[in-house]
């Protein structure tokens, strides 16, 4: 069954990234210099768990990140949750991933499980129902009291399209407040991260400056190689899909997160990419590595080992489609660089 975005967000909702093998271990380094963590969201296959987060729970989440440990022959180093505005942070998921010692990422999505949104505008209000969720959150990511990468709203350029949250400057002001409320809660674990889609990096949407606000102490993007699956049906490197957000992030002095990444087989939708599967992800490998620093390199990087769904078009990020794909994957992984 193909992943769609909107089943991916469903999923992502109840925390589906973060189970990892049961032995309780002490949490990994986590925001190292001139280290980039490596991380994935393997697909839980979500046919069972359609109607999240109502009736799946934790326990049927787990194995999709067992197996893809059990696969790849090591453990990750961070987990991607996007729970919604009104389910619990940390949830169980989340507790899970930071107590078997994961670094989990956490996306906040200002959308509620019934599918109406939060309104940025209405975020830095001093009282009402939006303050009181942010307080509610703060007081329970504060007694929990363990590091994790924190996003509020990643891609927010998506909502702005579709007329949901606001403006730019809006978003800019719900993300400071949001820090500022959670400081003012007591939360000092968090390292905030401001997510933007790559093309935005490359000029779209007004362009990075308009979105990233001051608050983020990292920035991230989201970026994928759909080869001829894509709109435009053209292979992608890795180097075309992220240099803009590396060398934005080098001009303003701060490191990233590569939030979503991953490649498809050069062969899919009729398609001959330059390269292999497993070539773009060793050029990934060899990239970021040479990116790395201890200010503007990438921090964390999570693959999406997923098969999704691009606008109506199975697209296949999976790294075990192929031997040579997967020893890639391995490869790369296995650097000392990855922790």
Not at 66 to 90: C, Q, S
Not at 140 to 169: D, S
Not at 228 to 238: G, I, T
Request: glycine fraction near 10%; proline fraction near 8%.
């Amino acid at each position: 069954m193909a992943l769609t975005r909107r089943s991916f967000l469903k999923v992502s909702a109840a925390g589906v990234a973060g189970l990892a093998l049961p032995k309780v271990l002490e949490p990994l380094p986590a925001f190292a210099a001139a280290r980039c963590q490596w991380g994935a969201f393997p697909d839980p296959s979500p046919d069972h768990c359609a109607t999240l987060p109502d009736t799946c729970g934790p326990e049927d989440l787990m194995p999709a990140v067992y197996d893809f440990e059990a696969l790849i022959g090591r453990k990750l180093g961070v987990t991607r949750h996007y729970p919604n505005w009104d389910y619990p942070i940390p949830n169980d998921v989340i507790k899970e991933s930071a107590r078997t010692g994961h670094v989990p990422l956490i996306a906040w999505r200002p959308q509620k499980l019934d599918g109406t949104w939060i309104s940025w505008a209405d975020v830095p209000k001093p009282r009402g129902p939006v303050h009181t969720e942010i307080v509610k959150k703060a007081k329970a990511i504060a007694a929990w009291n363990r590091r994790a990468y924190f996003v509020f709203h990643h891609e927010p350029e998506n909502a702005y399209r579709r007329g949901l949250g606001g403006t730019p400057a809006e978003f800019q002001a719900a993300f400071n407040a949001i820090r500022q409320i959670f400081t003012d809660n007591g939360v000092t674990k968090l390292t905030y991260v401001a997510t933007l889609q790559r093309v935005t990096y490359d000029g779209a949407n007004g362009g990075a400056s308009a979105w990233l606000p001051s608050g983020c102490d990292l920035i991230g993007v989201d970026g994928y190689n759909r080869g001829a699956c894509a709109s435009d049906h053209l292979w992608k490197p890795f180097p075309e899909v992220f240099d803009s957000a590396h060398e934005y992030a080098l001009s303003i002095g701060k490191g990233m997160v590569i939030e979503e990444w991953g490649s498809v087989r050069s062969d899919v939708c009729g398609g001959a990419g330059t390269q292999t599967q497993a070539d773009w992800i060793r050029q990934a490998g060899d990239i970021v590595q040479a990116w790395a620093g201890p200010t503007a390199g990438v921090k964390a990087m999570i693959y999406t080992h997923s098969l999704a769904d691009f606008k109506g078009v199975p697209v296949d990020f999976r790294i075990d489609q192929s031997p040579d794909t997967l020893a890639a994957f391995k490869e790369v992984g296995a650097r000392p660089i990855f922790t």
